[in-house]
């Protein structure tokens, strides 16, 4: 589709609300990010000083876009969205309890149409539409960030399951009675071992249960991070490395039953984790292949989104605004 | 739409094929299945003879529902099936090996279009139009049988994935390190505890590790098998009960993990496991909501198929013809 710059092209908002900040910013059809910004979430005590704030940051740079007039639609991801319902639900990781109508609070206040759904389901209709998985009709999303998310495509779209929560690949249990999640209460599950917290949490185990020689010893552990294991892995420590391939090992697990599930063309990874490169990728490559049966094997790939990070978050919300009708 | 008995009112044909024997009949479009059959599979040792035979047996039938001008396809269910190349590809419980051009031979021989899946996603597909998932657009088929197999359902569409073979729960792994699956050579999957091999397996295990008194001690080892397990459970034998809570333990901790992936309205439970009723519904739920995050909990329906064991495997390979343009 030909549009001239000056003429009426229009423009969505991407919406990205994290437990610790919110991006946001004014996007076109092909995934420029016009103008962007970003806010605390965490210091708010109320959604509606929230949704405020949001506006005011908002306001600015929707004037510089041309005006409201300009803007189809907003597309918000969060923890916990429901892409039916319009509402975050008993998010663990936002400062709001319960169950919040945030679709309608932001349509209230900024008088344009509202989607919502879950961050990692966005950061999958942003591959989509933007990324990795352009032409793809089955594919899985996986974020690997301070949680683990997941977004899952097959024929084509994204399942939401009858409720709109589908997707916690997270929340599945890797290891029976393994180790206890503090958010959920659970044992076992995958965002307990592959995510940041997971990385340092084995690093503190190693660390303590293993007498290997470690620069990460020199480190107090309230202070080691994953950051500080991926300095110490890239450097040759080898308990750092350890650290890594137990974390793909777990993580290949998740992938092999993900892919006998849903047999997608590929695997889309995205967030800090991933910066350990083949670190991490090539123990969770060869764990994924292990426990494949035949039919599987050789076949997905696992491929890491080549959106610029800053962006992906904004994009990803924003893809959703254009399925507004 | 209104349809008169003596009219051109068109059938289907369901084909299963099972390891075992092979099951066949031909269907109305409200799901009665008005001729059927069967043969054995694995008596057969070319597919070339098999599909011979499959022919003779069925051409009576044919001819007895008015002839081949009636009918307007072919559905066929069979392990490993696959939707998109009609193909059965490396099938570890069917007779012949390698890749087969099984649509094509039915095809041939028949000289009427015809539709391939996996037995389970056959399954799925005729709860949806038949049976206990009548309305639903997301759900999930188990069928519990020798193995463990599984048709899913999103978005109103059974999901093939990429290539066609997605939906092999049975195959993801629960226990990681666990049992040995001696077709597939992997450990810990949710099929070498959940079918009736793994009960037997389970029993065998209790028998040789626990000291606890048991009917089934008065049973040779080689003999003892899932029927003889729910007779003695049924009977109030303890150690009995117990194989089916372990067994539902881990198939509730399975469906708690299928359940977080695409979030069905429900799951719905088939095959000769589905038996032994509570005793192993009862585990399967507490266990399957134990594992679930709060999100999801108190909100998924675990059902057992209601349709005739003898008709429900053709009716799921009929429902696929209808399909066909």
Known sequence: MATSKNAVEPLVIGIDIGGTGTKFGIVDRVGNVLFSSQMSTKKHKTIETFIDDLYNNLKPLIDKAGGVGRIKGIGVGAPNGNYYSGTVEY???LPWKGILPLAK?????????????????AAAIGEMMYGAAQGMKDFI??????????GIVANGHLIYGHDGFAGELGHTIIIPDGRMHEGTGKRGSLESYASATGVTLTALELLKNTKKKSVLRDVKPEEIDSKKVFDAAIAGDELAKEIFEYT???????????????????????????????????????HMEANLIQVFQ????????????????ILGASALAWEIK
């Not at 050789?298 to 978050?313: C, G, Q, T, W, Y």
């Open 141 to 150: 999303m996986i974020t690997l960030g301070t949680g683990v998310g997941s």
């Open 91 to 93: 998010a663990p990781n």
């Open 105 to 121: 609070l932001v349509q209230d206040k900024f008088k344009l149409p509202v989607v919502l759904t879950n961050d990692a389901n």
């Open 298 to 313: 050789n076949k997905v790939k696992i491929l890491v989104s080549h959106l610029k990070e800053s962006d992906a978050a």
């Open 248 to 286: 793909g090992k777990i993580l290949g697990m998740a992938l092999a039953n993900a892919v006998m599930f849903s047999s997608p063309e590929a695997i889309i990874l995205f967030g800090g984790l991933t910066k350990a490169g083949e670190l991490i990728l090539k123990p969770t490559r060869e």
